[in-house]
């Protein structure tokens, strides 16, 4: 299954019941069309919530990302400047890598 796994390493509270969390994702070698799910590291000292309001990621090894909040999955998309999906393909240029993200959520 192909997914990105988080580790949290700061949660900074905002107005009211919210935070920003602030990490890195670790990509599997895999991307399935349509997106890979989101989990949170095993045991986690800082988990992510369930619901986020916002979820950027930070550009590397020639993708880009967009999260879908309706299914909880990010979308990988290549650095051709077609902003075309990165489709099924094993992207192992990010396999293990610690790519940067910010989130806003309860």
């Given at each position: 299954m192909a997914k990105v796994t988080a580790s949290v390493k700061y949660?900074?509270?905002l107005e009211g019941t919210r935070?920003?969390?602030v990490g890195t994702l670790a990509n599997d070698a895999s991307y399935a069309a349509g997106g890979q799910?989101?989990?949170n590291e095993a045991n986690p000292r800082i988990a992510l919530p369930a619901?986020?309001?916002k979820f950027d990621v930070e550009p590397?090894?020639?993708?880009?990302w967009e999260w879908l909040p309706a299914t909880g999955k990010l979308k990988a998309y290549d650095g051709s400047g077609a902003n075309k999906e990165?489709?099924?393909v094993n992207i192992t240029t990010l396999a293990g890598s610690a790519i940067p993200f910010t989130a806003i959520g309860p």
């Open positions: 949660r900074l509270p935070y920003l969390y799910t989101l989990e619901t986020l309001d590397k090894g020639g993708y880009s990165a489709g099924a």
